[in-house]
């Protein structure tokens, strides 16, 4: 699988459109899929707007539960990796990240205008 890292700077505003989940390896048994360390993983589903139109949702997971995050707000991701995979006659990209965490909501300035 390539990796390739994403420069997330140039994704517009990225909101959560789906609150952390934890990522089940086996259904059946409802068991956790876990990082090489050991660590839960996890996706938030995150809504990528570069232009007044045009929104696409991505899947991002990462190791460990991201705190603070809920949905419909907007979000700051870092170490955003994209990976392209094949299975079969499947093919797609997956994303994951070091970190999502809660963009601060801008206080309004005093004084008005």
Not at 91 to 106: K, L
């Amino acid at each position: 699988m390539q990796s390739i890292p994403v420069d997330t700077t140039r994704l517009g505003v990225l909101r959560c459109a789906i609150a952390p989940e934890k990522k089940i390896s086996n259904v059946e048994t409802g068991e956790v899929k876990r990082d090489r360390d050991g660590n839960p993983l996890y996706t938030v589903a995150v809504t990528v707007r570069q232009d007044a139109r045009r929104i696409s949702v991505i899947e991002i997971a990462l190791s460990g539960e991201p705190r603070g995050i809920e949905e419909g707000m907007v979000v700051k991701v870092t170490g955003l990796i994209a990976f392209a995979w094949s299975m079969g006659d499947r093919h797609g990209i997956s994303f994951r990240a070091d970190a999502i965490t809660p963009v601060p909501a801008a206080l309004p300035k005093a004084g008005g205008a």
